[in-house]
């Protein structure tokens, strides 16, 4: 039986309005938060609540104060690019749920009076937000050129371009319908789509069946394929691996005795979730995680001890997808049970990215690494392109040659002046004749 010490929790945003991102960029468009949104927010903040608050719980925190809420034990960090607004928004609701309004939070003044904070003793809880840019943590892969050249590469795919086609007859079926919207894979629709459908009646009563869950699994290769990578610390995983120094340093904070810190929301947006998934490998235990995170969901890393005398440290992986269902566990890297913390570390913590020198460094290296690399399918024209190279330099050298040789024999062709009709230029400065001081020109005028 192991017992918990703190958690890290990453939430995503709850319900929004419809939300378009550049395809190339991933720059974000204006949107904004719904009452349903915010209620799922909420909710999912309860659900966290009664999970790690709750003495009934078997994940119970049981040194952490749960009623008012301690500002050194709880921190907050919500993304502020993008989507931005909406997601301070789901953090407010998130912790509203999490520390709901109490009584006792009050203060009795120095005249015996009794102040109940406002709606019935509602809990202030600080919130930083992260900035990108000042801080990349939670949004990465904008304004990278590394990143915005592997969107390219995955777009340009053998494998993409397959699906593509195998998505042919639902864009068309479709195309009716998001008036006048791009229907290709690369401008997935289903936001549009799926809006409508929650938002608007009329929308949903015409769409016809199944093409909100065609448009889906559409969206959800295209999100995996953008956001994830083959190799842990490649370019694809960025969202993973920026988010992850953070992930890392709590943890530490949480298992250190003189750390306050026991628990840690970090409210965000979908993409650091499918990087995550493929860099602790949970794809490989559900291959259903390959996709976007429904709204308000969850994913929290448990940090418990073990019993004594070891004492030792695990983490427990958990997620939640939606606001339906609770926690289920994962298991990192194909362990069967929680993984010791050393090893989770062992593991992963090569591939974070923990500054803005990193981040930049990552967003550049990658790209001169992919200019400098030959695919074996392009060795014939990379030769060719050498020897036209090389048959270039060897005639601007001949030709070098040849205009030194022409300046040469033009130098050499020259009558040499005896004395002072040398030219000074080529005689010494002690050498030079003196002729005494020149005549001003007005002199020489009237001389003339």
């Known amino acids: 039986m192991t017992d918990v010490l703190g958690v890290l929790v990453i939430a995503r945003n709850g319900d929004r309005t419809e939300y378009y991102q550049d395809p190339k960029t991933y720059e974000g468009a204006y949107t904004e938060s719904t009452a349903l949104g915010v209620a799922e927010s909420h909710q999912l903040g309860a659900f966290l609540r009664s999970t790690y608050m709750s ?19 709880v921190h907050v960090h919500a993304k502020a690019g993008g989507e931005g607004g909406v997601i301070f928004d789901s953090a407010i609701a998130l912790l509203q749920g999490l520390f709901p309004p109490n009584p006792s939070n009050k203060i009795v003044l120095a005249n015996e009076t009794t102040v109940i904070a406002p709606l019935g003793g509602y809990q202030y809880v600080p919130i930083e937000t992260i900035e990108p840019g000042n801080d990349r943590t939670l949004e990465p892969w904008t304004d990278c050129p590394a990143f915005q050249q592997h ?16 998505a042919g007859p639902f864009f068309g079926a479709v195309r009716d319908y ?34 909100v869950e065609q448009a889906r699994g559409f969206a959800d290769y295209h999100e995996n394929a953008i956001f994830s990578d083959k190799d842990v610390g490649g370019i694809g995983n960025l969202a993973g691996r920026t988010i992850l120094h953070t992930v890392l340093g709590t943890l530490q904070r949480i298992a250190f005795n003189g750390d306050p810190l026991q628990f840690l929301l970090i409210e965000t947006s979908y993409q650091p979730f499918i990087s995550l998934f493929h860099m602790f490998e949970m794809i490989k235990e559900d291959p259903e995680l390959a996709g976007i995170p429904n709204y308000a969901s969850a994913l929290a890393l448990e940090l418990r001890r073990g019993p004594a005398p070891e004492y030792r440290d695990f983490i427990r992986i958990k997620f939640k997808n939606g606001t339906s269902g609770g926690f289920e566990t994962y298991h990192a890297f194909g362990y069967k049970s929680d993984i010791a913390a050393t090893e989770f570390f062992y593991r992963i913590e090569n591939y974070a990215i923990a500054n803005q020198k990193q981040w930049a460094a990552a967003c550049h290296s990658s790209l001169q690494d992919d200019l400098l690399h030959i695919d074996p399918q392009d060795a014939s024209s990379s030769t060719l392109f050498s020897i036209l190279a090389a048959v270039f330099l060897l005639g601007m050298f ?7 040789s022409a300046r040469a024999k033009v130098h050499n062709s020259r009558i040499r002046l005896a004395d002072d009709e040398v030219s000074r230029s080529r005689l010494p400065q002690s050498q030079y004749p003196s002729y005494g001081t020149p005549f001003p020109t007005s002199v020489l005028v009237s001389c003339i």
């Open 178 to 211: 998001v008036f006048g919207r791009p229907t290709t894979l690369e401008n997935a629709i289903y936001d549009y789509v799926s809006t409508g459908v929650s938002h608007n009646k009329t929308f949903a009563h015409r769409l016809p069946p199944t093409l």
């Open 398 to 404: 001949i030709l070098f040659k040849f205009v030194k």
């Open 55 to 73: 003495s009934s719980s078997p994940s119970y925190i049981a040194d952490m104060k749960t009623d008012l809420v301690d500002t050194h034990e």
């Open 151 to 166: 969107i390219s590469h995955v777009h340009s795919s053998s494998e993409f371009k397959a699906t593509a086609k195998a």
